[in-house]
């Protein structure tokens, strides 16, 4: 079985900075992807950023990337110069081909101070 | 381009009552299909996925059901309503692998009265 830890209930970043979330993770499958992904308040899932276990470069997308310490099971999201607008909740989640399954944490609440 | 449709965005329903929610997946063929229950504050529960037509894998054990009558129609079902399935309703499909990215529908907020 596979399983998804995320430790923060809460985050507060400054409008600008920089912003780490972390994930941490658990799964005996060789093959895997790890996903982000940002609800705001509307509800409305949108996914973020992919990771694949393979991968040898952390993932990047705009001002998102991926911290992939593969040893230590753990799949942080930076986000850079933080937006008013990146203001919502984010989770991570793992998927993989060998058991079937797709994993959500519980989720991260972001909040960006003017 | 692909898109994901449910309906209704929101539902109040009495206790015992039915409900059916329908998802349709837009722009491709063969996804698999999912169904989320997400509660207030909290993360996302999978109940149902499917990998095809008449194909559905339930996750939790509960009073809810789900049948994909076509290949990108995906319905959520209960006969009788309980308290406890007041939710976000979300419902998500990928290509063949589960370790391809989800994407999601707008949801459907259900209210059990």
């Not at chain 2, 499917?50 to 006969?79: C, T």
Request: net charge neutral; hydrophobic share 35%.
């Amino acid at each position: 079985a596979q399983k998804i830890t995320q430790t923060q209930p809460g985050m507060f970043v400054q409008e600008k900075e920089a912003v780490t979330l972390d994930c941490t993770y658990d799964t005996s499958d060789p093959s895997y992807g790890l996903f982000w992904y940002k609800q705001p308040s509307s509800g409305e899932m949108i996914f973020l950023i992919y990771q694949g276990s393979y991968d040898q470069q952390n993932a990047t997308e705009g001002r998102y990337s991926l911290n992939f310490q593969k040893a230590r099971k753990s799949a942080n999201l930076v986000i850079s110069a933080s937006q008013l607008g990146d203001s919502a909740m984010y989770f991570c989640a793992i998927g993989s081909a060998a058991g079937n399954q797709f994993y959500f944490g519980t989720g991260t609440s972001l909040t960006v101070i003017p | 381009s692909q898109t994901i449709h449910q309906w209704p965005a929101t539902l109040v329903q009495p206790v015992g009552s039915p409900l059916s929610l329908e998802c349709t997946v837009e722009g491709t063929s063969n996804p698999n299909l999912y169904w989320y229950r997400q509660a207030a504050g909290r993360g996302l529960q999978l109940l149902f996925y499917s990998v095809g037509i008449g194909q559905i894998s339930s996750e939790v054990p509960q009073n809810l059901s789900a049948s994909r009558p076509q290949d990108r129609q995906f319905i959520l079902s209960s006969k009788k309503l309980l308290l406890s399935d007041s939710g976000f309703y979300l419902c998500a499909w990928s290509s063949r692998d589960f370790y391809n990215e989800q994407f999601f529908g707008p949801g459907t907020r259900l209210t059990v009265l």
